[in-house]
């Protein structure tokens, strides 16, 4: 099988064996505010699933050698989301991941150019445009619901509780540590219970994805639950809140995926909708049942991982596995325009131990737009690779 077909663009390869690096989610920031660095996690395996035991060490490529400079070490990370490494927004030399000391999950913020850093009492799962403030959900509980996407190591307190009044979403002050739980997993429970089926009142539920809007006035949590860790299929409910837990909103009851805020009143939500029961890219107003649908002619190939560019022309998206490939592609919204960047190959889910140890392209946009990076194994081994947008043909840029 060829690494790379319908190639419509060069990909360089930013990192260098023969350790894996990956960076993680597409909703965090992995370039500087300069372009001048790309943050990367960097690991000694990709074959198994992480253990508490293992460590992945943080480090940044400076784009114009590639060459890598390592600047810390975490416990507490996966292969989907990393350990949440990102560029702290608003403070250009700042950058924050969370760790695991004495026995419990923090996030720390390290200056990269003094190597200051301030520890702070809870794990981050989104930091605002403004860099002032991060959501928190409870990582271990996570790991029950989906190994891939929180941490091994850390028994949940609330384990044997299926929506426990004291836990849930945390808002945390990333200047001074303040942290306190402004909307509970019974509060979620309590807003979704109207829409349950009979057999879901008894379910496991927890926040598995929590998303700020620009402005970092309101969230939206896909609120999730199931009957056990065996595989079982789960339930999504959609609810946005003002940050401090105010005004909470049942926007979707329905399956839910990946999603990416465009403005504070509209957020993109790869979704089926209330009325249509259709699978495909919406834009829902918050606050609302009002949706609208991205690509009318049903060219975008599915689910992915579909993020805004910085101007609001694109949305980028990737795929999950069909015949062997992942799919990269940008769709321009007001030409309703697909445009394959290249299929890139993958390890089929059904060839790994367990699913969350695949390889999400998870592509993601530079802060001005400039470029693109996404994770791969088409070449073997775990690796980070960049596009250019200026190196696509003038009539789609």
């Known amino acids: 099988m060829r690494p790379l077909k319908n190639q419509l663009v060069p990909i360089e390869r930013l990192t260098r064996e023969p350790a894996h690096y990956f960076y993680g989610y597409y909703d965090n920031q992995p370039f500087s505010g300069d372009l001048a660095y790309h943050l990367v996690h960097r690991v000694p395996f990709m074959n198994r699933m992480q253990r508490a035991w293992d460590v992945a060490e943080l480090g940044m490529i400076r784009l114009r050698d590639n060459a890598y400079i390592p600047l810390a070490e975490t416990a507490a990370w996966n292969f989907q989301q990393g350990s949440m ?22 996030c720390v913020i390290r200056n990269v150019r003094t190597g200051e850093m301030r520890i702070l009492p809870r794990p981050a799962a989104n930091v605002s445009a403004d860099g002032r403030t991060a959501v928190s959900v409870n990582f271990s509980r996570v790991y029950w619901f989906r190994p891939g996407y929180g941490y091994d190591g850390i028994a949940d307190p609330w ?7 004291d836990d849930g979403v945390y808002r945390m002050d990333l200047d001074t540590g303040e942290a306190s739980l402004v909307l ?11 829409y349950m089926a009979e057999e879901e009142k008894g379910w496991k539920f927890l926040v598995n994805h929590i998303n700020l809007n620009p402005s970092g006035t ?15 299929p789960w339930r999504t409910y959609t609810i946005t809140a003002d940050i401090d837990g105010g005004e909470p909103y049942l926007l979707l009851d329905d399956v839910a995926s990946h999603l990416h ?26 606050r609302t049942h009002e949706a609208m649908r991205y690509d009318p002619h049903g060219t975008m190939p599915g689910d992915g991982h579909c993020s805004f560019s910085p101007d609001r022309r694109f949305i980028l998206n990737d795929t999950y596995p069909h015949d062997g490939y992942r799919s990269l592609y940008l769709y321009d919204i007001a030409q309703a325009r697909t445009t394959l960047l290249a299929d890139i190959a993958t390890i089929p889910l059904n060839e790994l131990a367990d699913p969350d140890m695949r390889c999400d392209l998870h592509p993601r946009w530079s802060p001005d737009g400039s470029m693109i990076s996404f994770d791969s194994v088409h070449e073997g081994h775990r690796h980070v690779y960049r596009i250019r947008m200026e190196d696509l043909p003038a009539s789609l840029r």
Not at 87 to 106: G, K, M
Not at 159 to 165: C, G, I, L, M
């Open 85 to 106: 490494f990102q560029w702290r927004p608003a403070h250009p030399d700042e950058v924050l991941y969370n760790v695991c000391f004495n026995r419990t999950y923090q």
């Open 159 to 165: 384990e044997s509780e299926p929506h426990p009044a």
């Open 184 to 194: 509970s997993l019974d509060d979620m429970y309590r807003i979704a219970l109207p």
């Open 218 to 232: 309101r969230f939206l949590v896909l609120f999730r639950g199931r009957p056990d860790r065996t595989g079982a």
């Open 261 to 286: 805020w465009r403005d504070d009143e509209h957020v993109m939500i790869y979704a089926k909708t209330y009325r249509e029961h259709e699978w495909g890219c919406w834009l829902f107003r918050d």
